[in-house]
């Protein structure tokens, strides 16, 4: 195709992006006025009845309207025939900042008129989504999110740099970022999915003339699907960026990127204080030989919801145990025989949200959910799981989220949050794996086991996300989070373009360190008094700050006295995990005092945090102290440091 | 330009520890216990914070 048939979106600060629909010049990200940072893009290419078929398109057009997103976007949607195999049509869908922020995020669909299928001629996945160059990059950064880090038991960032013979090797990579800058241009690539490092569902390749690859591995689509106008095939969301500056200057653009312009769902990105009850559970159940459901009674709430306002907690979570049964989802008669009435009441005189804990994959044995839903029970091996006790609560078994289900349990949600007033959704225990049933919708009989478990383990955080985009597309206030505080889960990009991660529990367990304990009756958690070793755990992860913000992480800290531990707990909090949990009625008038005014100042400058890039300062110095800024300015937009002590670690 | 945001300092070990802050951040400052806050003439504060045992200490810029 020639340039004059090529599409261009409108400029925006000197950038836009150029649909060329070619092999190796399907896309472009091209500035104006001298600034050298452009970059090009390769088409896509699937396997279509047993042959690689390239996504260069016969002819380009616009085809559909511009869409203007809430989130200071604009979506373009771009597309045409494939070149090579007239009856299906690629479509580009891409979404650019209006008011400059360079990072592009894009999918692409895949349609045909013929039925002309996807396959798995080889037995995998054969589908590459882009090639780029990296040419005159001489550093490339692999940069992870989801490395479980067993001695803060915690997901944390890890990079590793690719050097010349991970290229001449042909390695692959994991990311999902990958990040490479030569000269005065840096350059960002990454995917929106999740999985634990290292089991890829998505990776890219690296060749020896410097040129990478982003493809997939496994599940990303069936064999033999045919998809169609009406269904056509999406690929995950990717997003790319292309800059003059150096790397501070691009992890600074991505940072903003996912405060201000990725999800529509802008509440999950407000730093508000979050407290949760589960803490209290666990000192009723460890410390005071109770149960973990003993203080879910509506006078303890009552109690707990007046002393969290006066803290200033803003948002106030029911962890586990408020709902009768699983599926269902309503307050249990006997714990709040008023349903909620009055802890609403008592919340919206303080102004403050309701949160309520969920298990989104599993419904009592008794509930309507299931005996609607009997067909969407998950079974592995034509087996379905035992009925288990959840929390005390009425046994219950898993339900598949790739399936009909999935839209039931939406529903439920949003008749939560019509009837209750919640706002907030804290979505626990979903481990990635657990269903290979054929009868939903992720392969039917005619494909094998594994490929139907690959590809329930791939869809089932789109699915979560499709759930969250649902239920804030009829209550914009909500936010929805996903723990990730056990390993197993699908931690990526994906569910930050609709909600937040729950990140750290307690941290590591004492047999995380090998300290033999009784695991029936001994409290598991090592790091669960008050004290300076709380925080050394919970502020490690702090380190996605750089590239993705602290708010998108909660993790809670104690409010107990002494004052020190109140200090390093408050500060912890302000770095941006926002959130507190403990014995709230238990403490002095004159704790509760100094908590209040001292979030009472944070609150004024909250959101200038949530927009500084961090820095930090410190850490490993034999002996020295540490310390953070976080002060926002117009270069850097604003700055955090901290100084830990390296006794600390 | 807001220059309003936050430095916390952590430290176990006794002692007096100083920063001076990358950016100019903006008045008025409020901060906790033990903590001096002065101004160097390009604008960036200069933070000294005297630690007796294991804590923190918050300096919000932009707060009072
Ligand atoms: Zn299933």
């Given at each position: 195709?020639?340039?004059?048939?090529?599409?261009?979106?409108?400029?925006?600060?000197?950038?836009?992006?150029?649909?060329?629909?070619?092999?190796?010049?399907?896309?472009?990200?091209?500035?104006?006025?001298?600034?050298?940072?452009?970059?090009?893009?390769?088409?896509?290419?699937?396997?279509?009845?047993?042959?690689?078929?390239?996504?260069?398109?016969?002819?380009?057009?616009?085809?559909?309207?511009?869409?203007?997103?809430?989130?200071?976007?604009?979506?373009?949607?771009?597309?045409?025939?494939?070149?090579?195999?007239?009856?299906?049509?690629?479509?580009?869908?891409?979404?650019?900042?209006?008011?400059?922020?360079?990072?592009?995020?894009?999918?692409?669909?895949?349609?045909?008129?013929?039925?002309?299928?996807?396959?798995?001629?080889?037995?995998?996945?054969?589908?590459?989504?882009?090639?780029?160059?990296?040419?005159?990059?001489?550093?490339?950064?692999?940069?992870?999110l989801s490395?479980?880090?067993?001695?803060?038991?915690s997901y944390c960032?890890?990079?590793?740099?690719?050097?010349?013979?991970?290229?001449?090797?042909?390695?692959?990579?994991?990311?999902?970022?990958?990040?490479?800058?030569?000269?005065?241009?840096?350059?960002?690539?990454?995917?929106?999915?999740g999985?634990?490092?290292?089991?890829?569902?998505?990776?890219?390749?690296?060749?020896?003339?410097?040129?990478?690859?982003?493809?997939?591995?496994?599940?990303?689509?069936?064999?033999?699907?045919?998809?169609?106008?009406?269904?056509?095939?999406?690929?995950?969301?990717?997003?790319?960026?292309?800059?003059?500056?150096?790397?501070?200057?691009?992890?600074?653009?991505?940072?903003?990127?996912a405060?201000?312009?990725?999800?529509?769902?802008?509440?999950s990105?407000?730093?508000?204080?979050?407290?949760?009850?589960?803490?209290?559970?666990?000192?009723?159940?460890?410390?005071?030989?109770?149960?973990?459901?003993?203080?879910?009674?509506?006078?303890?709430?009552?109690?707990?919801?007046?002393?969290?306002?006066?803290?200033?907690?803003?948002?106030?979570?029911?962890?586990?145990?408020?709902?009768?049964?699983?599926?269902?989802?309503?307050?249990?008669?006997?714990?709040?025989?008023?349903?909620?009435?009055?802890?609403?009441?008592?919340?919206?005189?303080?102004?403050?949200?309701?949160?309520?804990?969920?298990?989104?994959?599993?419904?009592?044995?008794?509930?309507?959910?299931?005996?609607?839903?009997?067909?969407?029970?998950?079974?592995?091996?034509?087996?379905?799981?035992?009925?288990?006790?959840?929390?005390?609560?009425?046994?219950?078994?898993?339900?598949?989220?790739?399936?009909?289900?999935?839209?039931?349990?939406?529903?439920?949600?949003?008749?939560?949050?019509?009837?209750?007033?919640?706002?907030?959704?804290k979505w626990d225990?979903i481990?990635?794996?657990?269903?290979?049933?054929?009868?939903?919708?992720?392969?039917?009989?005619?494909?094998?086991?594994?490929?139907?478990?690959?590809?329930?383990?791939?869809?089932?955080v789109?699915?979560m996300?499709?759930?969250?985009?649902?239920?804030?597309?009829?209550?914009?206030?909500?936010i929805v989070d996903f723990d990730v505080t056990e390993?197993?889960r699908a931690m990526g990009l994906a569910f930050l373009?609709s909600g937040k991660y729950f990140l750290v529990n307690?941290?590591?367990?004492?047999?995380?360190?090998?300290?033999?304990?009784?695991?029936?009756?001994?409290?598991?958690?090592?790091?669960?008094?008050?004290?300076?070793?709380?925080?050394?755990?919970?502020?490690?992860p702090?380190?996605y700050?750089?590239?993705l913000p602290s708010t998108l992480f909660l993790a809670?800290?104690?409010?107990?006295?002494?004052?020190?531990?109140?200090?390093?707990?408050?500060?912890?909090?302000?770095?941006g995990h926002n959130g507190?949990?403990?014995?709230?009625?238990?403490?002095?008038?004159?704790?509760?005092?100094?908590?209040?005014?001292?979030?009472?100042?944070?609150?004024?400058?909250?959101?200038?945090?949530?927009?500084?890039?961090?820095?930090?300062?410190?850490?490993?110095?034999?002996?020295?102290?540490?310390?953070?800024?976080?002060?926002?300015?117009?270069?850097?937009?604003?700055?955090?440091?901290?100084?830990?002590?390296?006794?600390?670690? | 330009?807001?220059?309003?945001?936050?430095?916390?300092?952590?430290?176990?070990?006794?002692?007096?520890?100083?920063?001076?802050?990358?950016?100019?951040?903006?008045?008025?400052?409020?901060?906790?216990?033990?903590?001096?806050?002065?101004?160097?003439?390009?604008?960036?504060?200069?933070?000294?914070?005297?630690?007796?045992?294991?804590?923190?200490?918050?300096?919000?810029?932009?707060?009072?």
């Open positions: 195709m020639t340039e004059e048939q090529a599409w261009r979106s409108p400029e925006r600060s000197g950038m836009q992006v150029v649909c060329y629909g070619g092999d190796q010049r399907f896309w472009a990200i091209e500035y104006t006025g001298g600034n050298a940072a452009g970059w090009t893009f390769g088409s896509p290419s699937f396997e279509l009845e047993g042959r690689m078929v390239s996504g260069a398109l016969a002819t380009l057009a616009e085809t559909a309207p511009r869409r203007t997103l809430t989130c200071g976007v604009t979506e373009y949607r771009v597309g045409g025939p494939l070149r090579d195999a007239p009856g299906t049509e690629l479509h580009w869908i891409v979404r650019v900042a209006d008011g400059g922020n360079p990072v592009v995020r894009f999918r692409y669909e895949l349609a045909s008129r013929d039925g002309a299928r996807l396959t798995k001629r080889t037995g995998s996945d054969r589908l590459r989504y882009l090639s780029a160059s990296l040419d005159g990059c001489d550093l490339t950064v692999e940069r992870r490395e479980f880090v067993e001695p803060v038991h960032p890890t990079e590793r740099q690719a050097d010349e013979l991970h290229f001449r090797r042909g390695e692959t990579l994991m990311g999902p970022l990958l990040t490479a800058g030569g000269g005065n241009r840096q350059l960002l690539l990454a995917y929106e999915h999985s634990q490092y290292p089991d890829a569902f998505i990776q890219y390749r690296l060749r020896p003339d410097r040129t990478v690859e982003l493809e997939a591995v496994k599940g990303n689509y069936l064999d033999g699907s045919a998809p169609t106008p009406e269904r056509p095939y999406r690929t995950v969301w990717m997003q790319a960026a292309a800059i003059e500056g150096d790397e501070d200057a691009l992890a600074s653009h991505y940072r903003r990127f405060l201000r312009h990725w999800s529509e769902n802008a509440e990105r407000r730093p508000y204080i979050f407290y949760n009850t589960w803490n209290y559970q666990e000192r009723v159940r460890n410390e005071q030989g109770g149960k973990y459901l003993d203080p879910m009674r509506l006078k303890r709430t009552l109690l707990d919801i007046d002393a969290a306002h006066e803290l200033g907690v803003e948002v106030y979570v029911l962890d586990t145990g408020w709902y009768g049964r699983t599926g269902d989802w309503r307050a249990d008669p006997q714990r709040f025989p008023d349903d909620l009435r009055e802890v609403r009441t008592r919340l919206d005189g303080y102004g403050m949200k309701l949160g309520l804990w969920f298990n989104p994959t599993v419904a009592a044995l008794g509930s309507e959910m299931l005996a609607a839903h009997r067909d969407c029970v998950m079974s592995e091996e034509g087996r379905e799981a035992e009925p288990a006790e959840v929390w005390e609560t009425e046994a219950s078994v898993p339900l598949c989220l790739a399936s009909r289900y999935a839209d039931a349990f939406a529903g439920e949600l949003i008749r939560l949050a019509r009837d209750y007033g919640v706002r907030y959704f225990a481990a990635q794996y657990g269903c290979d049933a054929p009868g939903h919708d992720h392969g039917d009989a005619g494909h094998t086991r594994l490929e139907r478990r690959e590809s329930y383990a791939f869809q089932q789109q699915a996300a499709r759930i969250v985009d649902r239920l804030c597309a009829a209550c914009p206030q909500a390993g197993g373009g307690n941290g590591p367990y004492y047999f995380n360190y090998d300290v033999p304990i009784d695991r029936e009756r001994d409290n598991w958690n090592l790091f669960f008094h008050p004290g300076p070793a709380r925080g050394w755990i919970c502020r490690r702090l380190a700050d750089r590239w809670h800290y104690l409010p107990d006295a002494p004052r020190d531990n109140q200090l390093i707990s408050l500060a912890s909090l302000m770095l507190l949990w403990g014995d709230l009625p238990a403490l002095s008038r004159a704790d509760r005092e100094f908590i209040r005014e001292t979030l009472d100042r944070y609150k004024q400058v909250r959101d200038d945090i949530a927009d500084s890039d961090p820095v930090r300062e410190g850490g490993d110095r034999r002996g020295g102290g540490s310390a953070r800024e976080a002060v926002r300015d117009e270069r850097t937009r604003s700055r955090r440091a901290f100084l830990r002590n390296a006794r600390n670690l | 330009m807001s220059g309003r945001g936050l430095v916390a300092l952590f430290s176990a070990t006794p002692g007096t520890y100083s920063y001076a802050t990358k950016g100019k951040p903006a008045r008025p400052v409020w901060h906790t216990e033990g903590v001096r806050v002065s101004w160097d003439a390009s604008g960036r504060a200069v933070i000294e914070a005297e630690f007796s045992s294991s804590s923190a200490a918050i300096v919000l810029f932009g707060a009072q």
